[in-house]
């Protein structure tokens, strides 16, 4: 799953989480359960403008207790970490958003290929076997020199074999002479996908072993 993917999975669930508390402050504070009739949930407490969200004796109970402040700061702690984690995360990037191409006899020119394109192209080069269900491509950093990693689906009774060979004699073979480059390795993760009368003869056999 790419990071852009993480990030937007994780904004919108805190965006959901935030928009149905403040909603439910927003009727409360309204006072829009007397006027329209509504119930709010059992569980909480902020039901009328001049109902507070924790009464002064929850507050007292909670806070003479031993495991509050534990709690708390063990729960702010966690949510600090998790927080620099994501922000380094964010800072450490690990694929390329351009990739430099040599121009030589042309100097002081400098031509600069977006990744993504070569991506996209690099996947629908690998997509024409009839027997890839789907391909995707991404080009990340390495020592020296840029590096591919692939992730491609065969339908059932796909060749591996046979993908590999036009991988390495097509697309990559295509990107390394356009892009002028000495080399562009390539990390290749290939599934088959199983058919579905093997899968189900698969649980047969599961179930004798049981």
């Known amino acids: 799953m790419r990071r852009t993917v993480v990030n937007r999975v994780l904004l919108g669930l805190v965006g959901a ?3 149905g508390v403040g909603v439910l402050v927003l009727a409360g504070g309204l006072d829009l359960y007397r006027r329209l009739g509504v119930h709010p949930p059992g569980w909480w407490p902020l039901t009328s403008p001049d109902q507070p969200v924790l009464s002064a004796r929850s507050r007292r109970r909670w806070v003479e207790s031993s495991w509050w402040w534990p709690t708390v700061i063990g729960a702010l702690a966690v949510l600090v970490a998790g927080m620099a984690w994501w922000l380094v995360a964010q800072l450490r990037r690990t694929g390329l958003h351009r990739i430099d191409v040599p121009t030589p006899g042309a100097g002081g020119l400098r031509l600069k290929v977006s990744a993504r ?3 996209e192209a690099l996947e629908h080069g690998t997509a024409v076997l009839p027997e890839v269900e789907r391909a995707g491509v991404r ?3 390495a020592p020296g020199h840029p590096r591919l990693r692939g992730a491609v689906r065969l339908t059932p009774g796909g060749d591996p074999v046979g993908l ?3 991988f390495e004699d097509g697309p990559r073979v295509d990107a390394v002479r356009s892009l002028g480059l000495a080399e562009l390795p390539a990390d290749l993760r290939i599934r088959v996908r199983e058919a579905p009368a093997e ?3 698969g649980r047969r056999r599961h179930r004798q072993l049981e």
């Open 164 to 166: 590999v060979e036009h």
């Open 199 to 201: 899968r189900r003869r």
């Open 139 to 141: 080009l990340v950093r």
């Open 17 to 19: 989480v935030l928009l």
């Open 117 to 119: 394109a070569l991506e």
